[in-house]
């Protein structure tokens, strides 16, 4: 069993920047996929970013239309953490943003839920406008 706890959360103004952060427990997850979904109130939860290990120190990232040039993923498996950096956050962002590890899935496929084996509990990110 993997466990995931955010941290990093909280309120921003338009433009302004978080870094969220993920650490995992229970098992070594270097060989899974890492990745952020977020649900907007009303809203279906939605695929955010995803880093896979594809080779020696070699990463293959993804990221939703939406953040992509604004949002970066990374991670360290050394400590078994993943980390989001959002950067001119926008009000649409809005979010509980959810820490996810899962198998990867092809290269260049959309990450969705059912690719999803744990969830973190969700840390909350609201941008004011």
């Known amino acids: 069993q993997v466990q995931l706890v955010e941290s990093g959360g909280g309120l921003v103004q338009a433009g302004g920047s978080l870094r969220l952060s993920c650490a995992a427990s229970?098992?070594?997850?270097?060989?899974?996929?890492m990745g952020w979904f977020r649900q907007a109130p009303g809203k279906e939860r939605e695929f955010v970013a995803r880093?896979?290990?594809?080779?020696?120190?070699?990463?293959?990232?993804d990221y939703a239309d939406s953040v992509k040039g604004r949002f970066t993923i990374s991670r360290d498996n050394a400590k078994n953490t993943v980390s989001l950096q959002m950067n001119s956050l926008k009000p649409e962002d809005t979010a509980v943003y959810y820490c996810?590890?899962?198998?990867?899935?092809?290269?260049?496929?959309?990450?969705?839920?059912?690719?999803?084996?744990?969830w973190g509990q969700g840390t909350q990110v609201t941008v004011s406008s």
């Open positions: 996810a590890v899962g198998s990867s899935g092809p290269i260049g496929a959309r990450w969705t839920s059912t690719n999803v084996h744990y």
């Open positions: 229970g098992r070594t997850i270097s060989s899974y996929a």
């Open positions: 880093i896979t290990q594809i080779g020696i120190n070699t990463y293959y990232a």
